[in-house]
Every structure is written in C-alpha cells, then in structure tokens.
C-alpha cells in the first residue's frame, strides 16, 4: 500500500526566512509525485508534478525535487501569503492507478 | 476556461438521511475522482471515473457510491449518513491517462447531526 509521510506538521517562519518541506514516500513503481497547496476552507491547488529521481521544478519562490524516497519543497525568501497547506501525494503503478495518496500536509505560516 | 465547480457548498443532514452531491469537471476532462477530507485523516480517495465507468474504488462502505454521466459530469451519493460521515468532500477532474494532474473543486462542506 503506498504511504506518504509528511514533515514537519506545522512550520512557523519569518517573512524572507528560507525553509524546506519534507515529504517521505513508500509506493510500487512511482507514476508521479504531485504537490498541492490549499487556503482554509478551499480546494487544493495543484503545484507541480514530478516524475523521476533527480527532477527539480520551479515557481516564483517555490522548488520542488524529487529523490527515490522523498520529495523536498523549497521555499526561498517566503512572503505572509505564502502561507497555507502544503500537501504531497503520490500516484503509483499498482492496482488502483488512477488515485493519489495524500500526506497529511504541513501547515506553513509565514510571519512579516 | 472554467475550474472544477462543486454543488452544493455546505449541506447539513441528519444521522440516517442520504445526500448526492455533485461535480461539474473542467471542460475537457474526462476522468472525475472523489475524496473525503477530514482533520483527522486528510484527503483519502473514494472513486474515480472515466467515461461512466468507475476504473477505481478506495476502502470506504458500500453506503457510498457514485455515478458519472455522458457529459462527464459526476454524483456522489451517500446513504444512511453516520456523524462520522462530516466532511469536506472533494472532487477532482484530469484529462483521463495515468500521470495526469488532477484540478479539485471547492469541495462541499457535510455536517452530519
């Protein structure tokens, strides 16, 4: 059964303080590594989409990278509406090829 | 071009009651999937269709099911609702192929008293 772990939980950061997010994944045969954001009480926004090891994307002051076990999002100099939830989720190769697994999100609250 | 629209936003029902709600998928897009979104236990996948046939289904009840139409356009339904059942339940619409991004609704907020 594919499993996605997200961390930290909650993270508080200063406005232009520079962090990572982590998201750790078991899955059989990766199809794809998709990363959401999403504001209180609205539907998750999609992000980025990785698809091998070693693959990195960019979007204003977020980068995502892809390993063979976990995933990183990097955000450089965040601003106040930066902040929300950063949810990560996994689509594997298995039986039911067409869902996402979800981590349980980390909640970024930026300060300024 | 139109994002994915859910109906109704909020619905509050009645332990017993059944509800339908339904998802209106972005022009196009020929596959609609449904989660379940709790604090407890994040977003956790029900179904997914494509071309009115479900190609998958996720570890929840019989007491939940779902339908696509003709014209893409998708209903869940509910039936005996249990408290537990209070949730915001999301739909999503991709293009159809495996990889693909899939786009979510607003979601629709279920109370369950």
């Known amino acids: 059964e594919d499993q996605v772990t997200q961390s930290p939980e909650a993270l508080r950061l200063q406005e232009g303080e520079s962090s990572s997010l982590n998201c750790s994944y078991t899955v059989s045969g990766l199809r794809g590594l998709f990363w959401y954001r999403q504001d209180p009480g609205k539907g998750p926004e999609f992000l980025f989409t990785?698809?091998?090891a070693g693959e990195e994307k960019e979007k204003e002051r977020l980068k995502a990278t892809l390993t063979k076990k976990e995933s990183f999002l990097h955000i450089t100099a965040p601003k106040p509406e930066d902040s929300a939830t950063y949810l990560c989720a996994v689509q594997g190769s298995g039986g039911s090829n067409y869902k996402l697994t979800f981590g349980k999100g980390t909640l970024l609250t930026v300060n300024p | 071009k139109a994002g994915v629209t859910q109906t109704p936003r909020y619905l509050i029902k009645t332990r017993g009651q059944q509800v339908t709600l339904s998802c209106s998928p972005i022009?196009?897009?020929?596959?609609v999937s449904w989660y379940q979104q709790t604090p407890g236990q994040g977003l956790q996948f029900l179904f997914e269709?494509?071309?009115?046939?479900?190609?998958n289904k996720g570890n929840f009840p019989g007491r939940f099911s779902g339908r696509q139409f003709s014209n893409s356009r998708s209903e869940m339904n509910v039936s005996t609702l249990e408290l537990g059942d209070s949730a915001l339940y999301l739909c999503?619409?991709?293009?159809?192929?495996?990889?693909?991004?899939?786009?979510f609704g607003p979601g629709t907020r279920l109370t369950v008293l």
């Open positions: 022009s196009g897009h020929r596959s």
């Open positions: 999503a619409s991709s293009l159809g192929a495996a990889r693909d991004e899939q786009f």
């Open positions: 990785l698809y091998s």
């Open positions: 269709y494509f071309s009115e046939t479900q190609r």
